[in-house]
């Protein structure tokens, strides 16, 4: 089966452990590198044209207002060719309860009719939210599997090989 990890992460100043720490990597993006890495998958990061603010503060505003209004960010490019794999590994933080709404940009252009989708979510303990069910509505002629919600960017490997 071929696989592919796509996600969405950003660094620059993040809650992490009670407190603000800037990030040179976003938790998220350590996260899928070495889900890449056991599955020998490709990987694809979804980046935004307009990025969040590097501000933690003015980037949460910014998410939920996102959410509020419904916003679909416009995404620097779309992966090539997803007609190849089989599973999608799908990372991203917990944006107020469920993904950034740069991912449902994604999903809902992107067509993953019959593919297999396992999602993973970075948080400071908020675990997945309805970010399962958002992709279950977003993605209906998928198989959308159990979640992985990990703290921050601490992946046990022996948790993370028993969800793969």
């Known amino acids: ?37 056991l599955t020998n998958s490709d990987i694809f990061k979804i980046e935004p044209m307009v990025e969040y603010s590097n501000d ?36 991203y933080p917990n944006y107020w309860g469920t993904m950034p709404m740069v991912m449902f940009t994604f999903l809902e252009n992107a067509n993953l009719e019959n593919k297999i989708i396992k999602p993973f979510c970075s948080n400071e303990g908020s675990g997945l939210g309805r970010s399962e069910e958002d992709i279950k509505k977003l993605c209906p002629k998928s ?5 992985l919600s990990i703290h921050g960017a601490k992946i046990k490997e022996a948790e993370l090989k028993k969800w793969i």
């Open 1 to 37: 089966m071929q696989s592919i990890v796509i996600y969405f992460s950003r660094a620059g100043y993040n809650y992490v452990d009670g407190e603000i720490k800037d990030l040179k990597i976003g938790n998220t993006e350590i996260i899928a590198k070495e889900i890449a890495k």
């Open 56 to 91: 933690y503060s003015e980037c949460i505003d910014e998410a939920k207002k996102d959410q509020r209004v419904g916003a679909r960010p416009e995404l620097k490019e779309f992966p090539n060719d997803l007609d190849q794999y089989d599973v999608i590994y799908l990372g």
């Open 143 to 147: 198989k959308v599997e159990k979640g």
